[in-house]
């Protein structure tokens, strides 16, 4: 049995979590982002890049790969759910 996650969540639900009762254009601006760009994250309407993962572990001081790693589970989560061709293995000559 995989120990991966079948549906994870989005790392902005978490995030909502973390910044609760904090006020989003000011922690947006405290970690150099504009307000659009982390209410998108927050709204699930985009992913955590390792640029933001390194802004959110600075602010939240949490480690970097946390918010990389969930974003990773979660992308890879998404496209196990989408249908794709069947691809064949290569035979690598040895």
């Known amino acids: 049995m995989s120990s991966e996650m079948y549906n994870p969540a989005h790392p902005g639900l978490v995030l909502q979590d ?19 760009t982390l209410s998108k994250i927050l709204n699930c309407r985009a992913g955590i890049t390792a640029e933001m993962s390194l802004r959110l572990s600075a602010a939240l001081n949490t480690n970097p790969s946390f918010w990389f790693d969930m974003q990773g589970n979660y992308d890879m989560a998404q496209a196990r759910k989408r249908k794709r061709p069947r691809i064949r293995p290569l035979k690598i000559a040895a």
């Open 18 to 36: 973390y910044l609760e009762g904090h006020n989003i254009t000011q922690v947006a601006k405290h970690i150099g982002v504009s307000r659009v």
